[in-house]
């Protein structure tokens, strides 16, 4: 069975610190990453996709890919309290749209 | 305003009574997907499609149909209901421009009792 692990928190962090959030998987053919971010009560929200080893910044988010370790992370650099969400990892394979979730970790920003 | 659409958005059913829960997207979008949510096992895909006509299982498909016969249209259908299919559902839609990166329905919370 292909796996997501993360870690479920709650990360707390406070305002302004950087929040790193992680994420290991199992299938070694799986090449595509993303980061999805869901409030409470609402729907994924896709916030950055990765597709090869090293990092990817967009603003205040840069994912990370270590294929060899199959490790994918999120770092949130001046975190704020509109940042406390549940961040989920997901993995897919190559050439396919079947995608495996991990359960997500809730984030929690201190103001 | 491009969004995909889910209806009804929440319902409560008793096991055996087909029901649909539709899907739709103005976005013009090649692939649409079904998800299911529970706590503590996350996200997992139903059904996946393609384009019109082109559907496939994702990680568990058992006690739900899909069909593809326009593009914007992706109905989740559950013939004969169960309470372990209690569960928030999601449809999700990505363009062929993009195609992994999906856009979420906002939910359709199902309980079947």
Known sequence: ?111 | EAQVTQNPRYLITVTGKKLTVTCSQNMNHEYMSWYRQDPGLGLRQIYYSMNVEVTDKGDVPEGYKVSRKEKRNFPLILESPSPNQTSLYFCASSPSTSPYEQYFGPGTRLTVT
Do not use: H
Not at chain 1, 68 to 86: G, N
């Open chain 1, 1 to 111: 069975q292909k796996e997501v692990e993360q870690n479920s928190g709650p990360l707390s962090v406070p305002e302004g610190a950087i929040a790193s959030l992680n994420c290991t998987y199992s299938d070694r053919g799986s090449q595509s990453f993303f980061w999805y971010r869901q409030y409470s009560g609402k729907s994924p929200e896709l916030i950055m996709s990765i597709y090869s080893n090293g990092d990817k910044e967009d603003g205040r988010f840069t994912a990370q890919l270590n294929k060899a370790s199959q490790y994918v992370s999120l770092l949130i650099r001046d975190s704020q309290p509109s940042d406390s969400a549940t961040y989920l990892c997901a993995v897919n394979g190559e050439r396919t749209y079947k995608y495996i979730f991990g359960t997500g970790t809730r984030l929690k920003v201190l103001a």
